[in-house]
């Protein structure tokens, strides 16, 4: 960020005046940068979108990026990395891709002060990884663990193990020395949501700094009696919120909640930019191709919302493209667009929510 700029600023307009300011100016660039590195994981979860590449959504060429190829992309976009506070590398398992840390050390090179947070299955949470990622700006490492039973967590997450992950926590815990945040998401589902107030003391034990509790996102209509939330809210999944909040907080532990109402809230894509494995922009990964989404029992396909090519565009003039901006501010509004009507992000039912435990009438 430019210090002139922001000194000038404040001189002009005082310190409230200026962060209005400075705030409308670095709307024009992402708060962060998502490449889709790679269309496949190392295990299969009922959750992930992408257990079903190839099949329920057939349009993805399956395979990794090549680290010369990702060069090229991220030197297309040098003045966006210089501008955004972090990087990501897809939501698929980053660890599982060989070239995960020098692919870290070259967006580095564009911005020493860029923050790489990541979130991980932890099968990959080895010891030479954990000093690898102590060795740059990693500011937080999440690992996904939807229960503290080997059979809850094995069942959901096909290829996992148990003993394996919780392994590869502790080891982190011990080998970070704090130099990164340890925490994990519980996808809350109809099959463990019983078990979260235990998974409290489980994290607890693990040393883990804060639990981020998601909502299940479904992509199959047999799956989707696993989703807790609705129209008018869960009273009693409710209720083991609370009691998991107040567990939290005799442990000293940290723990948010996703919306169990699912009412128009709009979701973080206002702020991120996601690139594609063919360098295309779209609005997020459910957008980037033809995705089946289901809410409430009904169920839409989406063709691709796409706004241009890094490679053939200038990527802040699709950034700032007013179809891009517009959709952009309709979700910082509240509001949801209609290729997001059957996407449980928009309101505020999947991502966990600093205000979702303490929202009044949540469980009517």
């Known amino acids: 960020m430019d210090i002139k700029y922001i000194l000038s600023k404040i001189k002009e307009n005082g310190i409230p005046g200026s962060i209005r300011k400075i705030s409308n100016r670095y709307s024009m ?25 190839g099949s329920l959504i057939p349009d993805v060429k399956l395979g990794m990026m090549e680290f010369d190829y ?3 992309i991220v030197d297309r976009i040098p003045s966006l990395v210089r501008k955004t506070v972090s990087f990501q590398f897809s939501s698929i398992e980053p660890l599982f891709h060989k070239d995960l840390f020098a692919m870290m050390d070259y967006v580095s090179g564009y911005n020493k002060h860029i923050s790489f947070p990541i979130l991980t299955n ?75 107030v235990e998974y409290v003391d489980f994290c607890s034990g693990l ?21 807790l939330f609705s129209k008018t809210g869960n009273p009693e ?29 709009g979701c973080d894509a206002h702020s991120n930019m996601y690139i594609g494995e063919n360098g295309e922009v779209a609005a997020c990964m459910h957008l980037a191709r033809r995705t089946p989404l289901v809410l409430f029992s009904d169920s839409k396909i989406n063709p691709p919302v796409i706004y241009g090519n890094v490679f053939e565009e200038d990527p802040e003039h699709i950034w700032n493209k007013r179809e891009f901006s517009d959709f952009r501010n309709r979700h910082k509004r509240g ?27 949540e469980s009517m």
Do not use: W
């Open 29 to 53: 660039f992402p708060k962060s940068i998502n490449v889709e590195i790679m269309t496949v994981c190392n295990l299969k979860c009922k959750h992930c979108r992408v257990t079903y590449h």
């Open 70 to 72: 990702f060069k090229k």
């Open 122 to 196: 932890g099968m990959l949470l080895n010891e030479k990884n954990v000093e690898e990622l102590c060795s740059r700006n990693v500011p937080s490492v999440t690992v996904s663990l939807d229960g503290c039973r080997k059979e809850t967590v094995e069942s959901f997450k096909t290829g996992s193990d148990f003993e394996r992950v919780t392994g590869n926590i502790r080891s982190a815990r011990a080998g970070s020395k704090k130099k990164f945040l340890l925490n994990t998401i519980f996808v809350a589902t109809a099959s463990n949501i019983n078990e979260l």
């Open 207 to 227: 040393g883990i700094d804060t639990v981020f509790v998601n909502g299940f996102l479904s992509y199959k209509q047999e799956s989707s009696h696993l989703s």
């Open 237 to 265: 999944v409710y209720g083991i919120f609370l009691k998991a909040n107040e567990r939290a907080r005799e442990r000293g532990i940290k723990i948010q909640f996703p919306f169990l109402t699912a009412k128009p809230r």
């Open 335 to 361: 509001e949801i667009p209609e290729e997001c009507a059957f996407c449980g992000e928009a309101y505020g039912v999947i991502v966990s929510n600093f205000s979702a435990i303490n929202e009044k009438n």
